[in-house]
């Protein structure tokens, strides 16, 4: 058995069951394609092997790595853009204390760097630089993307220009291609300490290996309880390929109903503010996974009840095209109970001595019915509670069910040949060497 649920009771009124179980051959069919590797992008399907595959040897690598970081730092930078960061940030922040800036305490803070090209974030990021004792982790298989390609040419030198060559060296690990780019060939230079990037596994696939692993356990969080939630989740889903009881095929199967009958964008709710990251983890997954041939359900996320006094409007009144999935987190991982007021000026005395969880609940009740009732379906994901086994399972989920989903669709789940097309623009306006053409190109298309 697994912890994670999923159910779509709530989404019965708006689909019919004949119109979500009608994908159960398909969904056979899918399934059997990922495991025997013959299906679109089957070169990338290394992340469906990690939850089991990954050794003793690497994990215990990756702790004692992370130890020797922990005793040199008060912060670690990870350098990377997409899955090189998104993966390890949802996970880290899902997992620390809110204020943990604040608190402190006895592992490094990990901050992030190569995620933009803000001229004024790299500013602020080196002034706290200068008064920090700090490591870097830099992810990039080739070495050569543009936004983590200068954050590192800048952390290199304030590094090495703080603590010297020598030191700044055993102060870096590389997360990078086994064999080739140019972070590899820096890395072999420099001797930094290496780890692999499989080379069948995707970016936004790739927390389980150690561009997720290294920054989960430099943050100070145990990686076995991680990895082992992903293998629980995988051994289970092996178990029945049904939509009444395998928990992919069934959110692959709904998700798809729904795009059919016209609910074209899909809202991952959570009521936690410390989800705030899995939602864009899970964006990024979906986006760059289904949006392809002019297909796919646009993935967005909310966080209530935050943003039930902004975008609850207009889930609940606006264009009928979405639906909701909630993340529901049963219980939390403290109590704190409403305070009586002897004036109850605010009028709150009704809920005096009720866990804030409760009143947190009773609001995401409420409101899937309010949105349910204003032509919203929703689906619900459950964990018990936040922790790193639980995050695991719920990992391996979204990724199995990506992948299926995606087959569904009929596209390649794991490449993004649309990322590039930015890039080609870029570095045209940059001047880089190779694209004069295109840089003529569109000097006159801006007149």
């Given at each position: ?19 979500i ?15 025997s590797?013959?299906?679109k ?19 215990t ?39 943990s ?24 990021l ?20 543009t ?10 030198a ?7 060559k020598?030191?700044?060296r ?12 140019a ?6 230079q420099?001797?930094y ?6 080379d069948?596994?995707?970016g ?13 356990a ?5 990686i ?10 995988k ?15 069934a ?24 989800l ?36 609850g ?10 639906f ?35 009143v ?29 086994y ?58």
């Amino acid at each position: 058995m697994v912890n994670l649920e999923f159910e779509y009771r709530n989404a019965l009124n708006f689909v019919e069951k004949e119109e979500i179980t009608k994908y159960q051959d398909e969904i056979n069919k899918h399934f059997e394609s990922l495991n025997s590797r013959t299906g679109k992008g089957n070169d990338f399907l290394g992340w469906m092997d990690l939850p089991d595959g990954t050794s003793e040897e690497m994990i215990t690598d990756i702790e004692t790595v992370a130890k020797k970081m922990q005793s040199k730092s008060e912060l670690t930078v990870v350098v990377g853009i997409g899955g090189s960061y998104l993966g390890s940030r949802a996970i880290i922040d899902a997992l620390s204390h809110h204020f943990s800036q604040l608190k402190g305490g006895n592992n490094p803070i990990v901050v992030y760097a190569g995620q933009n090209i803000s001229e004024d974030y790299f500013t602020d990021l080196l002034e706290i630089l200068d008064d920090k004792d700090y490591t870097l982790i830099v992810i990039s298989k080739s070495g050569t993307t543009t936004e983590p390609a200068v954050a590192f040419r800048l952390l290199k030198a304030h590094i090495e220009n703080k603590y010297g060559k020598q030191d700044a060296r055993d102060r870096i690990v590389a997360i990078t291609d086994k064999e080739h780019g140019a972070l590899k060939e820096l890395a072999t230079q420099e001797g930094y300490k290496t780890f692999v990037v499989p080379d069948d596994v995707g970016g936004r696939y790739s927390v389980l290996t150690p561009v997720g692993l290294l920054p989960i356990a430099v943050a100070g969080f145990s990686i076995r309880e991680f990895i082992e939630g992903a293998k629980n989740m995988k051994q289970h889903l092996s178990a029945s390929k049904s939509i009444e009881q395998n928990q992919v095929a069934a959110y692959a199967a709904v998700r798809n109903a729904l795009y059919n009958k016209g609910f074209t964008t899909e809202i991952l709710v959570n009521y936690e503010p410390r989800l705030f990251y899995i939602t864009e983890w899970w964006k990024q997954l979906y986006g760059e996974s289904e949006g392809k041939e002019n297909k796919g359900i646009f993935p967005a996320g909310v966080s209530f009840t935050s943003d039930l006094h902004s975008m609850g409007q207009y889930i609940q009144e606006g264009l009928r095209n979405i639906f909701e999935t909630v993340l529901s987190v049963e219980k939390p991982n403290s109590e704190l109970l409403v305070p009586n007021d002897e004036a109850n000026l605010d009028k709150l005395n009704y809920i005096a001595g009720m866990p804030i969880h409760e009143v947190n609940h009773q609001a995401e009740t409420g409101t899937t019915l309010a949105h349910i009732d204003g032509g919203v379906p929703n689906l619900k994901i459950s964990i018990p509670k936040i922790n790193e086994y639980n995050l695991g399972e719920l990992v391996y989920f979204y990724e199995l069910a990506c992948a299926v989903s995606g087959y569904i669709l009929d596209v390649n789940p794991f490449d993004q040949p649309g990322v590039e097309a930015y890039k080609k623009n870029m570095f045209a306006l940059l001047g880089k060497p190779g694209f004069e053409k295109e840089t003529e190109e569109i000097r006159k298309r801006l007149g």
